[in-house]
């Protein structure tokens, strides 16, 4: 059912893609951007190049994010790459501005399904999610300045009216994802559980976020549980649930909302 969706999700980016963006020479964020920035200046196919720029970042993945991410990732960016090899570049309108919007807005519904399903896209997110792990910036800060560079490149390749376009297309694509997997950057994740030692070691060695462990016991059966609360990236919040379920499947999992934090929200 997973791998569907993100397949699902990948057609739809690449329906967006080759329907409405590429067209007239609008970029998107990520990797995929820059495919299709160099798919347009060279004759490659921008599906091949998709997958040649982010076969690199697939095995950086899997020396620093873990086999689970990347097996994911690798799914996605394989999807993807097809489907933009495949699908004739065809624009359904005439309208410039209706492309971006309508290409930007079914292109975040299908990331927004591929995060849901998946945790990652690849491409940028890959870099986001290793910058973020060790340092302070959060991955939609990392995100927005890596893909202004992309807005910048459309600008000094093409033009700047097209830079504009490419910057409102990202922004509704953002937008987008954010209306169907969370619009929270960071989380608060509660668990309750009664293996609270074999996910707390493993949650310490792939997820790099500080935990706080509570001791308490059920209210019908006065069962000992551990409560393990942490902080989290929206990003992370799908590696967290499947570390949890691989130890306990009858754990139970809160999760809310994040306003503000203030200290250290990483762990070196």
């Known amino acids: ?18 329907f409405f963006l590429v067209p ?107 910058i973020s792990r060790t340092s302070s910036f959060s991955i939609g800060l990392l995100l927005t300045g890596m893909n202004g560079i992309i807005v910048l490149l459309s600008g000094f390749f093409f033009n700047w009216e097209l830079a504009l376009y490419t910057l409102l297309s990202i922004y509704i694509t953002g937008k987008m994802i954010d209306t169907i997997f969370t619009d929270h950057v960071k989380l608060t994740m509660q668990i309750v559980t009664t293996k609270g030692d074999l996910i707390r070691e493993e949650l310490l060695g792939s997820i790099y976020r500080g935990i706080t462990i509570t001791e308490g016991y059920g209210g019908f059966t006065k069962e000992k549980k551990d409560i393990l609360m942490m902080v989290v990236t929206r990003y992370e919040t799908l590696h967290v649930k499947k570390i949890v379920r691989k130890h306990d499947e009858n754990a139970f999992i809160n999760i809310y909302e994040t306003v503000e934090v203030d200290g250290t929200f990483h762990v070196n």
């Open 1 to 18: 059912m997973k791998n569907l969706m993100v397949v699902i999700g990948s057609l739809i980016i690449a329906f967006a893609f080759n």
């Open 24 to 130: 007239f020479g609008i970029l998107s964020s990520g990797i995929s951007g820059i495919a299709i920035l160099l798919g347009l200046l060279t004759p490659f196919n921008i599906g091949l190049l998709n997958f040649l720029l982010n076969l690199p970042l697939i095995i950086l993945s899997y020396y620093k994010l873990g086999k689970t991410i990347t097996i994911n990732t690798l799914v996605c960016v394989i999807s993807v790459s097809f489907f933009l090899f495949a699908l004739p570049i065809v624009a359904v309108t005439d309208n410039i501005l209706l492309s971006t919007v309508f290409g930007g807005g079914i292109g975040g519904i299908g990331v927004g399904l591929i995060l849901k399903y998946s945790g990652t896209s690849g491409g940028l997110d890959i870099i986001a999610i290793i």
